[in-house]
C-alpha cells in the first residue's frame, strides 16, 4: 500500500504541533520537566469543551492541525481514531461511582465514555459525515490505526485523518496500564503517492517484531516509553529527518507492519 | 464490490448458544429477555442475558466474563473449525481478526473497583492488563482461534460490529490477508444499565421497537461471528454484497433529526452492492425501542424502502446488544438468507410505521437483506448481504 502523509498534528508536554516537534529534535526532544498544558480546540465552543474532556480536546485539537496543513477540506475526510487505553478519567469515574452507594452516572460522562466519543465530537466539529471509526490495539493501537487508516484511504479513495492519544492515568488504571505522559498525535494520509507530502510504503509481514521502533532523540524515547500511542514520534522522526530506513511495527499475534517513508516532496 | 462470501457464522444470545437455539426461538416465538435483575442492580428492566456454563473458562490474565462469552461463542456451530480450516490453508497470518465491542472487558474493570486493597489498588487476581482495556475481545479471539494476522477492534458504540465487516472487506480487496474473523462480544454490566438509565433510555417493561407506546431499550449481551473468505470456492450459501459508513455530525446521543447519517449509511451500502432499495427483499432495522431513534430511523425507511421490502426490528428477541449489536442482527440476516425465514418484531403490538413492519415470524425466503445499525457519536454502519 502506498500513501502520502500530508498534514501532521502532535500535542503533548512541550510539543504542541508540527513546528515545534521540528524545533525540538535540534535539542534531542522536548526536556522531561517540560509542562503540560490541556489543549483547547477552537473547533470546539468553550462550554462544550470543559463538558468533553481531555481526550476528546486532544483528538479534536490533533486532527484539526493535521487537515489545517494539509489542507484537506475538513468536512469530507473520512477518519480513524485510536487509543490503547481510552479515556481513563470516565473509566475512573465510573467504576468508583458504580462500586459505591450512589451510583446515579452523569448521563454527558456516560455519553462520552463510549470510546468514539472522539470520532463524534469531531464530526460534529468539522460537519463531517464521512466513514470514521474508533480501532483499539492496546500496545498495538497505533499500527493498527495506521493499517485502517491506509487501508481506508485506498480502498475508498479518500483523504483519511488518524487520530492516536492516550492520557496520563493514576492508580489503580495505572498499575496495568502505565501511562505518565499524555500524548496525541495526527496523520493526513492521501492515497497514492502524492505531492507535496512524505510517501509512505506500507506492507504486512509475517512474524511479530518484538517491539515497536523507538525514536533515536532521547526526548522523544522518554515520551514514547511513557505512552502507548509514543511510537508513533518514531515515524514522525523518521519523517522530519526524511529518514527512509524501514520501520515495523507488531500489529497482530504473529503480523508486523512494515512502513518505509520516501524523500519528502515538496510543492512545486 | 466484489462480493465477499460468508463460509461460516455463528450467534451466541439470550436465544441460546448457536443457530438451532435461534431456529428453535423463532419457531416457539419466545424472546430471551427476562425481569430478573442484574446482580444487586435496582434498576427495573428486562435484560437479554446469556448463561454462561461454568466450565466455560478462559486463563487467568483473559478471565471476564466478556471473554468467557466470546470463547462460548466461538464453539458454536463449528465456527471455530471453520477458521482453523482457512488458517490450514492460508497461514496463520493471513487471517485476521477484527471484533466489535462497546463494553469490551468493563465489567471486570468495575468488579476490580469493588474490591481495591487498602492502597487503593486492583486486588491480585484483577491485575490483567489484557483484560482492562478495549482491545480485550480482539486480542483474546485471535489468540482463541490461532488466527496470527492484523487483529484490532472496533469500539464505535452501537455500530461497532456492522463497521467489523466494512474493515474486513477492505483489507481482503487490498490483499492484505486470504480470510478475516469478523464479530462482535458485548456482555452486560453496571456500566450500560446505569448508564442508559441516567439518559432515561431504558424501558421498565421488554423492549418493544417502533411501537407507539415504546418505553425505550432492553440491554443484552451476545457474542457473534462470521468468516469471511475470499477465494471460498463456492461453498458459502451468502456473501456481505455492501457496506456504508457514516456520521451524524450532529449530537453525541441522539439521531439527526431527519435521519441525515442513517440515509448516506444505508444509500451507501445498496449503491456498492450494485442494488437499488428494490431489489431488497429484507430489513433487519436498528430499532432499539427508544422513541427518537425509531421515529428518525422510520422516517428514513418510509423514504426509501419499497413497499415490497419486509422490515422487522429484533431487540425484542435478543435486547439491545449494543457493541454486538451489529454481528447479531448481520447473523440474523443472514440466517434469514439460508433458513427462508425472516424474524417478526417480538413485543410490539401497535406499529407506528411507514413502511412494511412486519410482527409476525414468518417463511418468506428472501434472497437480499439489508442490516443497519446507528451508534452513539453519530456513528452509522448498513450492510446489504445476498444469497451467493
Known amino acids: 500500500m502506498i500513501v502520502t502523509v500530508t498534514g501532521i498534528g502532535l500535542w503533548a508536554a512541550g510539543l504542541t504541533g508540527w513546528s515545534e516537534f521540528q524545533q525540538q529534535l535540534t535539542v534531542d526532544g522536548p526536556p522531561a520537566d517540560a509542562e503540560f498544558n490541556a489543549p483547547r480546540p477552537a473547533a470546539i465552543a468553550p462550554r462544550e469543551r ?62 462520552n465514555s463510549v470510546h468514539n466519543a472522539t470520532s463524534g465530537y469531531w464530526s460534529i466539529s468539522a460537519q463531517n459525515r464521512a466513514p470514521s471509526s474508533f480501532v483499539g490495539g492496546f ?14 484511504a485506498i480502498a475508498e479513495d479518500l483523504p483519511v485523518g488518524l487520530a492516536g492519544y492516550d492520557i496520563a492515568n493514576a492508580a489503580p488504571l495505572h498499575d496495568v496500564a502505565p501511562i505518565s505522559e499524555t500524548l496525541g498525535l495526527a496523520l493526513v494520509i492521501l492515497p497514492g503517492e502524492q505531492s507535496p507530502g512524505w510517501p509512505l510504503t506500507l506492507a504486512l509481514q509475517a512474524g511479530r517484531p518484538a517491539a515497536p521502533p523507538m525514536p533515536r532523540r532521547a526526548g522523544l524515547a522518554r515520551l514514547a516509553d511513557a505512552n502507548p500511542m509514543g511510537s508513533a514520534l518514531t515515524l514522525l522522526e523518521a519523517l522530519a529527518d526524511d529518514r527512509t530506513d524501514p520501520l515495523c511495527w507488531p500489529v497482530g499475534q504473529n503480523t508486523g507492519l512494515n512502513v518505509t517513508a520516501g524523500q519528502r516532496s515538496r510543492a512545486a | 464490490m466484489t462480493p465477499i462470501p460468508v463460509t461460516a457464522y455463528t450467534l451466541t444470545s439470550a436465544l441460546g448458544s448457536g443457530l438451532d437455539a435461534v431456529d428453535a426461538a423463532l419457531q416457539d416465538g419466545c424472546g430471551g429477555l427476562s425481569p430478573q435483575p442484574w446482580q ?78 487498602d492502597s487503593g489498588r486492583f486486588a491480585p487476581e ?13 486480542a483474546f479471539v485471535a489468540r482463541a482461534l490461532g488466527a496470527a494476522g492484523p487483529a484490532l477492534t472496533v469500539s464505535a458504540a452501537c455500530a461497532s ?29 453496571l456500566s450500560v444499565i ?93 430499532g432499539t425501542g427508544t422513541r427518537g431513534n425509531d421515529a428518525t430511523e422510520g422516517q428514513v425507511c418510509a423514504q426509501l424502502l419499497a413497499a415490497h421490502t419486509v422490515a422487522s426490528a429484533t431487540k425484542g428477541w435478543t435486547g439491545h446488544t449494543l457493541g454486538a449489536a451489529g454481528i447479531v442482527e448481520a447473523v440474523l440476516c443472514l440466517h434469514a438468507l439460508t433458513s427462508g425465514v425472516v424474524p417478526g418484531t417480538l413485543n410490539t403490538r401497535d406499529p407506528q410505521a411507514d413502511f412494511n413492519l412486519t410482527l409476525e415470524t414468518a417463511a418468506r425466503r428472501p434472497r437480499r437483506a439489508l442490516s443497519n445499525s446507528f451508534g452513539f457519536g453519530g456513528n452509522n454502519c448498513a450492510l446489504v448481504f445476498g444469497l451467493s
Request: glycine share 8%; net charge negative.
Open chain 1, 50 to 111: 470543559r463538558r468533553a474532556g481531555l481526550t476528546i480536546n486532544l483528538a479534536v485539537e490533533v486532527m484539526h492541525q493535521a487537515c489545517d496543513m494539509a489542507g484537506v477540506d475538513k468536512a469530507a475526510i473520512a477518519t480513524v481514531f485510536a487509543s490503547a487505553m481510552g479515556d481513563t478519567d470516565i473509566t475512573d469515574y465510573m467504576c468508583r461511582k458504580l462500586a459505591g452507594a450512589d451510583r446515579m452516572l452523569s448521563p454527558t460522562k456516560f455519553h
Open chain 2, 161 to 189: 460490529s456492522a463497521k467489523v465487516f466494512a474493515t474486513a472487506a477492505r483489507w481482503l480487496e487490498l490483499n492484505l490477508v486470504d480470510a478475516v474473523v469478523v464479530g462482535g462480544v458485548d456482555s452486560l454490566c
Open chain 2, 40 to 117: 444487586d442492580c435496582d434498576v427495573p428492566t428486562w435484560l437479554g442475558r446469556v448463561d454462561i456454563p461454568d466450565d466455560v473458562q478462559t486463563e487467568p490474565a483473559w478471565a471476564c466474563r466478556n471473554n468467557r462469552l466470546a470463547l462460548l461463542g466461538l464453539n458454536q456451530d463449528g465456527f471455530a473449525d471453520h477458521v482453523s480450516t482457512a488458517i490450514d490453508r492460508y497461514g496463520a497470518h493471513r487471517v485476521g481478526v477484527v471484533i466489535g465491542t462497546s463494553t469490551s472487558s468493563i465489567e471486570r474493570t468495575e468488579a476490580a473497583y469493588r474490591e481495591l486493597d
Open chain 2, 194 to 286: 446505569y448508564g442508559f438509565h441516567s439518559l432515561q433510555l431504558v424501558a421498565p417493561s421488554p423492549c418493544r421497537p417502533f411501537d407507539r407506546d415504546r418505553e425505550g431499550i432492553s440491554l443484552g449481551e451476545a457474542a457473534g461471528f462470521a468468516l469471511l473468505d475470499r477465494a471460498d470456492p463456492g461453498n458459502a450459501e451468502a456473501a456481505l454484497l455492501g457496506y456504508g459508513e457514516s456520521c451524524d455530525a450532529h449530537h453525541m446521543s441522539s439521531a439527526h433529526p431527519e435521519g441525515l447519517g442513517a440515509r448516506l449509511a444505508m444509500e451507501s451500502a445498496v449503491a456498492a452492492s450494485g442494488l437499488s432499495f428494490a431489489d431488497l427483499d429484507y430489513v433487519n432495522l436498528h
Open chain 2, 126 to 138: 484483577f491485575r490483567q492488563p489484557d483484560t482492562h482495556n478495549p482491545h480485550s475481545p480482539g
Open chain 1, 139 to 152: 500496545r498495538d493501537s497505533f499500527a493498527c490505526a495506521l493499517l485502517e487508516a491506509a487501508a481506508c
